[in-house]
Every structure is written in C-alpha cells, then in structure tokens.
C-alpha cells in the first residue's frame, strides 16, 4: 500500500473522521439505549457529538503540580493509537485493511495505548485520586489482556492450523478464511473464545462494571479528574474509538461475512453488527450489574474469560492432532 493510501485511511476511513464520527455514534445509541433500559427518554443520539464540540471549546486548565508536556501529550497518545488501530481491521466489501503478517499482534499493542495515555496523563496530574486510579487501571490491564492474547493466539491457531501450517496473525488472511470456509463463530471449539473475546470488552474499554479506574462516586473520575476541555474531549472520543475498534475485532474474527458486493449495503450491516455488539457486552450490561471491587474484577478476568479461552485453545490443537 503507498503512503497516500495509507494517510487516507488513517486519516479519513476508515480511520479518521469516518471512525470518529461512527463511534459517537456507537456512544450515542449506547447512551440511549441504556436510558430506555432505565426507563428514561435519555439524551438524543447525537448528544455525544455536543459534547465533544462544547468540551473542545472550553479552557484547559492544568494544575500547578502537574507536568504540563505529559500532561497536554496523554490524551493525543491513545487517540491516535485507536486512529491507527481502526485502519488496520478490514471490513468485508468494503476495505481489506492493511494486511500484513503480524498486524493482529500490532493491533494488540494498539490497543493498550488508551490505557497507557491514561496512566502517563494520571501519573502528570500530580492528583492523589488520579494515582489511585493510575493504579487500578494497571492492574485491570493486566487482568484483561491475559485473556485477550490467548483468544487472539486461539484464532491464528485455527485459521493457521486448518490450513496445514502454524499461526496466522493476518487479519486479511483470518476473514478471507472465514468468508472461504465459514464464520468461526459457528465453529462449536471457537465458541468459549467468542465468549472469552466479549467478555474482555466492557474492561477493555472500562464501562460498569469494570469502571475501577474511574469510579466517580469514589475517586471522582479518578486518572481524568484533572482534564478539562479538550483534553477530556479527546479521552471521551478515544473511549468511542475504542468501543468501535472492539466491536469492528470481534466482527472480522468470528463474523466478517458481507451482503452481497454493493458497498453500502456492506457498511450498514458492519454498522449493524457494531450496534449489537456494543448493546449485548456495554449497554446490557452495565445496564444490570453494579460495579466491581477490584480485586473482584481481577480475580473474574484471571479465571472466567482465561478459562474459555484455553479451552478454545487445547479443543482448536486436540481437533487437528486427531
């Protein structure tokens, strides 16, 4: 791919504005959704959109302890690195994404960079709750992506396997294969991996009941407590890009199947796909359980989501041994 190409879909879709303006979105139905859960009207779909542009226009007040570059360099850290993430993940009928060999593992340590943005600008604030909550978030990163790699080391298994060699870690090759010989998510020794995957999502991105980190009625936002304007603009809409880039691997793992070969009709049912994604692992949810002590937490990723994921793993090595 030539570096203009590449700037286009970094910059413009599916990265860039395209994947900013579709995860407000995904945050917009989340927010309503969760309120019709509630039985509320809630706020309108585009009222993420609102915020964004009344918090980018509002003053950005630093403390007077912080480190004032790591605190204003942070929030620019994990929104580029989902930028760059969504431009890697193809989407059936419409973008092949970057395929390369090792970009599952890139896509990976990508999407650790919010986490890392979180504590470098927690540990800048000088704040005692930003330390507390710099903290939790290192050890809830620790918990999620334990499980994360070995469902991510699941799949390149089967994919890798099936076609009589070792791991896969090309997302081209994982969906041309699904789309070749069917979605893994009807494969029955993938089905705990599956579940594994969207079970690490709500932590991953850090909504109830894994918002540890943040817990406002404890910490009051914890690591964000200090951020004003567009700093705070900027860690809210990497959340959204990061529920989009969750929601967009789940799909081109276990279901990137498309609609026919008109382009629209494609991009609508990846949209589709992202909206039940997000409603079933964030919306419902949060929707339903309180939040979760840490060490509660902690010991849930350690054992549930590992525990399905090695199961997928030693099934997807005993099927093809037999």
Known sequence: MNIIGLVINILIFPGGLFAILLGLFLTGVDRKIYARLQRRVGPPVYQPCIDMIKLSQKEILIPRTANCTAFRFAPL???????AAIAIIPVTGIYSGLDQSGDLLVLLYLLSTPALALIIGASASGSPYSSVG???EMTMVLAYEIPLLVVLLTVGMRVGMAGGGTAVFSLGSIVNFQLKNGALLFDLPMLPAVLAFLCCIPGTIGVVPFDIPEAETELAEGPLLEYSGAGLAMFKLTGGLKMLVLCAMAVALFFPSGIGSFWLINLLW???KCIVISFFTITFV?????RMRLDQAYKFYLLFPTALALISLVLTLLSFRI
């Open 77 to 83: 850290l994990g929104f580029a690195g989902m930028l």
């Open 134 to 136: 710099l903290s939790r």
């Open 270 to 272: 990846f949209i589709f």
């Open 286 to 290: 949060r929707a339903t359980r309180a």
